[in-house]
C-alpha cells in the first residue's frame, strides 16, 4: 500500500453502544474509601443535579490501542480525552484526543521511506525521506503541548458550530523529530520567504481525488522556532497512524490544525496560504468583539496564533462523592498557556469568594505543559465546586466566562470546575 492510497475505517467499529456513563478504571479516584460517580460534562452558570449528569453521559470509543474517550464526532472521527485520563506528566498514545478532518489513510509498510518536500520560496528545494530527514539533521526530543484550536467551545453561548469540547482536546506528548527551521535553512530561505502552507496524505471526506481535507499555515516566524518540529516518534515509538504516522508536524501552543499529520509537504510562501482550513472564520477570531449569536464572514477576523491560558484537574473526577468528615483532599492537574508560561494557579471552593494558590511547577522544556499541586480544604460536610484557574507569565487569568464569541467557537478557557459531594 503506498502513501497515495487510503481507506475510511468503519465508524461503527469504533463508537460504542448507548450514550452510557465512563466508569471504572475511567475514573480516577482519590482513594479507597471513594466512589466515583458518573463522568459528565461540566455545566456552565447552572448547578450540577443528578438529572443533568444522566442527560449528558457521554459516548465512548472503542478503538485497538485507545483509552474510552468521550466521542464528538464519527465523520469524521473525534474524540475527547476526559481530564481525569491526562493524570501523566507525558500524554500516552492511547489518552491522546484524536481530532480527524478528512479520512484515515492506511498505515504504510516502510516508514522511513515516505517522502515529505519543502518547495516554493527557497534556494534549493528539498525532497527526503524520513529516513535521510534523522540521517542529515540533528534529532531532538521535546515534551510539547498540542490543543485543539476549538478546545473549550461548549463553553460559548449561545453555542457555536463545530465539535463542543470542553477541556480535553490537550495533549503533552514526548516528541522526537528534527526541527522545521533546520530544514528550511538547509532548503534556503528566499528574501520573499514569508509563510508556511501544508499538506498532508488525508484525504477529504467525499473521496474526491486531489481535495485536501486541511491544508493551513502560518507565519514563518513560527515555523523558524526552536520548538516547530517534523516528528517521527511519540513517546519512544513509533507514531500511532491515528496520529499521523509516519511524518507530522508539531506547531506546539498554537492550534493543533497547524500540526499536519501524514505531513507530504510544506510550501514556504510569500503572501498568507489559501488552502483548506484558511481565511473567513476558520481558526480565526475577531479582532473587536461582535454579539454573540451574530452572522460575520470574518472579513475583520484574525488567525489564531498562541492558544489562551488554561487548566485542568486531573486527580478528581466531576462527581465525586468523599466519605464523610473528610475535611482535606490533594489535588493535581495541568495548565499551559500557549507561547506563554503559567505563573500561578488558583483553587476556590466557595464559588470564588475566595483563592488558594497551589503549586506550580516550570515546564519539562519550552512549550509543554505545567503540572501543578496543592490542597482543597472544606469547612463541613455537603455539596461543593472545586473551582480552578490559571494565570500567564503576562497577568492574564483564565475568565469566569467564555469570552470574545465568535461563529466557530475558538478561544473559550472560562474557570473550569467540578462538584464533589461529601458524606
Given at each position: 500500500?503506498?502513501?497515495?492510497?487510503?481507506?475510511?475505517?468503519?465508524?461503527?467499529?469504533?463508537?460504542t453502544?448507548?450514550r452510557?456513563a465512563?466508569?471504572?478504571?475511567?475514573?480516577?479516584?482519590?482513594?479507597?474509601?471513594?466512589?466515583?460517580?458518573?463522568?459528565?460534562?461540566?455545566?456552565v452558570?447552572?448547578?450540577?443535579?443528578?438529572?443533568?449528569?444522566?442527560?449528558?453521559?457521554p459516548?465512548?470509543?472503542?478503538?485497538?490501542?485507545?483509552a474510552?474517550?468521550?466521542v464528538l464526532?464519527?465523520?469524521?472521527?473525534?474524540a475527547e480525552?476526559?481530564?481525569?485520563?491526562?493524570?501523566?506528566?507525558?500524554?500516552?498514545?492511547?489518552?491522546?484526543?484524536?481530532?480527524?478532518?478528512?479520512?484515515?489513510p492506511?498505515?504504510?509498510?516502510?516508514?522511513?521511506?515516505?517522502r515529505?518536500?519543502?518547495?516554493?520560496?527557497?534556494?534549493?528545494?528539498?525532497?527526503?525521506?524520513?529516513?535521510e530527514?534523522?540521517?542529515?539533521?540533528?534529532?531532538?526530543?521535546?515534551?510539547?503541548?498540542?490543543?485543539?484550536?476549538?478546545?473549550?467551545?461548549?463553553?460559548f453561548?449561545?453555542?457555536?458550530?463545530?465539535?463542543?469540547?470542553?477541556?480535553g482536546?490537550?495533549?503533552?506528548?514526548?516528541?522526537?523529530?528534527?526541527?522545521?527551521?533546520?530544514?528550511?535553512?538547509?532548503?534556503?530561505?528566499?528574501?520573499?520567504?514569508?509563510f508556511?502552507?501544508?499538506?498532508?496524505?488525508?484525504p477529504?471526506l467525499?473521496?474526491?481525488?486531489?481535495?485536501?481535507?486541511?491544508s493551513?499555515?502560518?507565519?514563518?516566524?513560527?515555523?523558524m522556532?526552536e520548538?516547530?518540529?517534523?516528528?517521527?516518534?511519540?513517546?519512544?515509538?513509533?507514531?500511532?497512524?491515528?496520529?499521523?504516522?509516519?511524518?507530522?508536524?508539531?506547531?506546539?501552543?498554537?492550534?493543533?490544525?497547524?500540526?499536519q499529520?501524514?505531513?507530504?509537504?510544506?510550501?514556504?510562501?510569500?503572501?498568507?496560504?489559501?488552502?483548506?482550513?484558511m481565511?473567513?472564520?476558520?481558526?480565526?477570531?475577531?479582532?473587536?468583539?461582535?454579539?454573540p449569536?451574530?452572522?460575520?464572514?470574518?472579513r475583520?477576523?484574525?488567525?489564531?496564533?498562541?492558544?489562551?491560558?488554561?487548566?485542568?484537574?486531573?486527580?478528581?473526577?466531576?462527581?465525586?462523592r468523599?466519605?464523610?468528615?473528610?475535611?482535606?483532599?490533594d489535588?493535581?492537574?495541568?495548565?499551559?498557556?500557549?507561547?506563554?508560561?503559567v505563573?500561578?494557579?488558583?483553587v476556590?471552593?466557595?464559588?470564588g469568594?475566595?483563592?488558594?494558590?497551589?503549586?506550580?511547577?516550570?515546564?519539562?522544556?519550552?512549550?509543554?505543559?505545567?503540572?501543578?499541586?496543592g490542597?482543597?480544604?472544606?469547612?463541613?460536610?455537603?455539596?461543593?465546586?472545586?473551582?480552578?484557574?490559571?494565570?500567564?507569565?503576562?497577568?492574564r487569568?483564565?475568565?469566569?466566562?467564555?469570552?470574545?464569541?465568535?461563529?466557530?467557537?475558538?478561544?473559550?478557557?472560562?474557570i473550569?470546575?467540578?462538584?464533589?459531594?461529601?458524606?
Open positions: 500500500m503506498t502513501q497515495d492510497q487510503h481507506r475510511m475505517p468503519d465508524a461503527h467499529a469504533v463508537v453502544g448507548r452510557g465512563m466508569t471504572g478504571t475511567s475514573l480516577m479516584t482519590l482513594g479507597a474509601t471513594m466512589v466515583a460517580a458518573p463522568l459528565v460534562a461540566k455545566l452558570g447552572e448547578s450540577i443535579t443528578p438529572a443533568a449528569a444522566q442527560a449528558a453521559a459516548e465512548t470509543l472503542r478503538m485497538q490501542g485507545k474510552p474517550l468521550v464526532g464519527d465523520r469524521p472521527l473525534v480525552t476526559p481530564e481525569t485520563l491526562l493524570d501523566d506528566a507525558v500524554t500516552p498514545a492511547e489518552k491522546m484526543f484524536i481530532r480527524m478532518n478528512g479520512r484515515i492506511e498505515p504504510v509498510a516502510d516508514p522511513g521511506a515516505w515529505f518536500r519543502v518547495e516554493g520560496e527557497l534556494n534549493a528545494p528539498l525532497e527526503l525521506s524520513v529516513a530527514l534523522q540521517a542529515r539533521f540533528e534529532v531532538v526530543t521535546l515534551q510539547l503541548q498540542m490543543e485543539c484550536g476549538g478546545n473549550g467551545r461548549a463553553q453561548q449561545p453555542q457555536t458550530r463545530g465539535n463542543q469540547w470542553t477541556s482536546a490537550i495533549s503533552n506528548a514526548e516528541w522526537t523529530g528534527v526541527r522545521l527551521r533546520d530544514v528550511l535553512n538547509a532548503a534556503g530561505l528566499k528574501p520573499g520567504a514569508a508556511t502552507g501544508h499538506v498532508g496524505a488525508d477529504h467525499s473521496g474526491e481525488a486531489g481535495r485536501l481535507s486541511i493551513r499555515g502560518m507565519p514563518i516566524a513560527k515555523a522556532d520548538t516547530t518540529l517534523l516528528a517521527f516518534r511519540m513517546n519512544g515509538a513509533a507514531i500511532p497512524n491515528v496520529h499521523g504516522a509516519p511524518l507530522r508536524l508539531i506547531v506546539p501552543g498554537w492550534p493543533g490544525s497547524l500540526s499529520k501524514w505531513l507530504t509537504k510544506i510550501l514556504v510562501r510569500a503572501t498568507p496560504h489559501d488552502g483548506a482550513g481565511g473567513g472564520t476558520s481558526y480565526r477570531v475577531p479582532v473587536r468583539p461582535i454579539v449569536g451574530s452572522e460575520n464572514n470574518g475583520d477576523f484574525a488567525d489564531m496564533t498562541s492558544m489562551p491560558v488554561r487548566s485542568i484537574l486531573t486527580n478528581v473526577a466531576h462527581g465525586t468523599l466519605p464523610a468528615g473528610m475535611r482535606e483532599i489535588l493535581r492537574g495541568a495548565a499551559w498557556a500557549g507561547d506563554d508560561t505563573s500561578a494557579l488558583h476556590s471552593v466557595d464559588y469568594a475566595s483563592w488558594q494558590a497551589m503549586q506550580v511547577a516550570a515546564p519539562a522544556n519550552r512549550h509543554a505543559w505545567q503540572r501543578w499541586t490542597k482543597a480544604r472544606f469547612a463541613s460536610d455537603g455539596y461543593f465546586e472545586i473551582w480552578y484557574r490559571a494565570t500567564d507569565d503576562k497577568g487569568m483564565q475568565p469566569h466566562a467564555a469570552a470574545n464569541w465568535n461563529p466557530q467557537g475558538y478561544g473559550a478557557n472560562a473550569s470546575r467540578v462538584a464533589v459531594l461529601v458524606g
